[in-house]
């Protein structure tokens, strides 16, 4: 795997690559498919992203893994898809739509489920990211995408739908 966002373009294994990266889950890699390095998300490679247990899951989900069936899985990349899409779900789980400031991403978030922790929304909001429904979020947006829409609103008359089409285009 090759990361294109870290500097000089480094080269990882798949264990390497996951482990690097869970702090940067917003970079851009490619997987060697003999010929070149084909676009990959990290979701597409296992990198779930835990909240609140310093990067371990919740005691309180137990063995989330422990009743997956990957056998039938819930989400199919078809050949005729582009490779880089929103995910509802991958493989059973269900995956979170984060807007960034280098482009739109799909990511498996797990939050803590124990008794005296908060809610969804303000364990996004600790992670820097302000969640588009304060109930079930579903959709999220880091501080910098909205610092940088405000910028280029105030500075550009940028309208909300044309920034997000811009990141939408480099996804």
């Known amino acids: 795997y ?9 080269l990882f294994c798949l264990k390497c690559c996951r482990d690097e ?3 940067l889950p917003f970079h851009k890699i490619g997987k060697w498919n003999g010929g070149f390095f084909e676009e990959m998300s990290l979701t597409k490679i296992g990198m779930e992203i835990y909240l609140g247990h310093q990067r371990k899951p919740c005691p309180i989900l137990g063995d989330i ?3 997956e069936d990957t056998d039938e899985p819930i989400y199919q990349l078809s050949k005729d898809l582009p490779t880089i899409l929103e995910l509802p779900f991958l493989n059973g789980k ?11 991403h799909s990511l498996i978030i797990y939050f803590c489920q124990c008794l005296n922790t908060c809610t ?20 999220a947006f880091t501080f910098p995408v909205l610092d940088g829409f405000t910028f280029d609103n105030f500075e550009c008359g940028t309208l909300a739908m ?10």
């Open 120 to 139: 969804a929304d303000k364990q996004l909001f600790e992670m820097g990211m302000f969640p588009a429904s304060f109930t079930q979020p579903k959709t």
């Open 65 to 67: 893994h422990e009743w």
């Open 162 to 171: 044309n920034y997000y089409n811009k990141l939408r285009k480099k996804t």
């Open 94 to 104: 269900q995956c979170i739509t984060i807007v960034d400031k280098s482009r739109v």
């Open 21 to 23: 990266h869970w702090r």
């Open 2 to 10: 090759r990361c294109h966002d870290c500097l000089g373009d480094p």
